[in-house]
């Protein structure tokens, strides 16, 4: 089974948020799909997508997709303006990506952006301990990385889902510097 969720807290503790969302899923095989509160699915089948991804690659430890804006280049295809403000726009490009990246993926050898991530719930357990002790003082910022990392440390892939594209907010007025709402 795959359970979607967008993990708060009302203390910006997104750690615990993580956690206590996972912690409500009782099987270990079940994939977790996070996402950020700013974030938009653009094709209808989103789920039918990363269904088929978790089934094909059942080994990965974690699995990004591509955004419309991100700080890390590697989850934006390459030509993307990440200035752009239509959703017409950006609805093309998920239809591109969708045509001419169908059923390829991207090994991350390195920490990630987590606007999604696909995690299976027996890896979240896993790596919690470490994920925890490394993000106990954190609130939102860098927990992603701090995942990330830790399924790197295990020997876990990182795996891109090229066909995958959302519309990531990501401050597009605000600038891609401004963190006030992360503190």
Known sequence: MIWFF????DQKRLFYAIDRYIGLIKNENDWVVITDGDIAFLRSDFGEVIKRYTENYPDTGLFTCY???????????????IHADSILYHKKIADQCARDYKNRIEDID????????????????????????????KNILGVDSKISYAVLEAGLKIRL???????????????????????
């Open 6 to 9: 967008t993990p708060y807290d």
């Open 67 to 81: 955004a419309s804006r991100c700080h890390y280049q590697v989850q934006v295809p390459a030509g993307t303006n």
């Open 110 to 137: 390195r920490k990630i952006a987590g606007h999604l991530m696909v995690i299976r719930k027996g890896t979240w357990i896993n790596i919690r301990e470490e994920v925890y002790h490394k993000t106990i003082r």
């Open 161 to 183: 889902i090229k066909e995958l594209y959302i519309l990531h907010y990501c401050r597009l007025a605000e600038g891609m510097d401004y963190d006030q709402h992360l503190k």
